[in-house]
């Protein structure tokens, strides 16, 4: 069966202070991680996918990266505009996404 | 291009009710892919439809089903309504598989069940 876990569960950061989202995961046969972000009463925004080990995407102050075991999404010099839920998924099997439970960040001015 | 459409936006139901929720993908996409998002579960996989065939479905009673029109657009159905079932249904398209593909999703259908 597979896993995403996600940590932290939440974090609030100061404007301009960077950090990184951490995904972990197991999956028998990984076809894609793909990181969304959420807001509140919307539906999951599409960020980012990876699909091999060592492979980096970034867009704007974003920048994910992709382990064998675990993904991290960098948020560098963050403004309150990019306070959202971030969610990361893996497609594996039969069982479309599994996603993780997300990591709550709020950015304060 | 247009987004994935999902209506309606708001259901409210009582217990025992049934109730069908649609779904249009963006112009293009195959496959669309169903979800429910609650507090404590997250999200969850419900079934996915490609080529108006259901290629996989979750671990959710039979009394959620679904299928999907020649022009993509999907429907799901839940049937005898249980306050369990309050949560927000999300739907998803993307271009081919969607273990692959990038899916792209709508805002959701907030469904309350009393």
């Known amino acids: 069966e597979d896993q995403v876990t996600q940590s932290p569960e939440a974090l609030r950061l100061q404007e301009g202070e960077s950090s990184s989202l951490n995904c972990s995961y197991t999956v028998s046969g990984l076809r894609g991680l793909f990181w969304y972000r959420q807001d509140p009463g919307k539906g999951p925004e599409f960020l980012f996918t990876?699909?091999?080990a060592g492979e980096e995407k970034e867009k704007e102050r974003l920048k994910a990266t992709l382990t064998k075991k675990e993904s991290f999404l960098h948020i560098t010099a963050p403004k309150p505009e990019d306070s959202a839920t971030y969610l990361c998924?893996?497609?594996?099997?039969?069982?479309?996404?599994?996603f993780g439970k997300g990591t709550h960040l709020i950015i304060q001015p | 291009k247009a987004g994935v459409t999902q209506t309606p936006r708001y259901l409210i139901k009582t217990r025992g009710q049934q109730v069908t929720l649609s779904c249009s993908p963006i112009s293009g996409h195959r496959s669309v892919s169903w979800y429910q998002q609650t507090p404590g579960q997250g999200l969850q996989f419900l079934f996915e439809y490609f080529s108006e065939t259901q290629r996989n479905k979750g671990n959710f009673p039979g009394r959620f089903s679904g299928r999907q029109f020649s022009n993509s657009r999907s429907e799901m159905n839940v049937s005898t309504l249980e306050l369990g079932d309050s949560a927000l249904y999300l739907c998803?398209?993307?271009?081919?598989?969607?273990?692959?593909?990038?899916?792209?999703f709508g805002p959701g259908t907030r469904l309350t069940v009393l």
């Open positions: 990876l699909y091999s």
């Open positions: 998924a893996v497609g594996g099997g039969a069982d479309g996404l599994t």
């Open positions: 998803a398209s993307s271009p081919g598989q969607p273990s692959t593909d990038t899916q792209y």
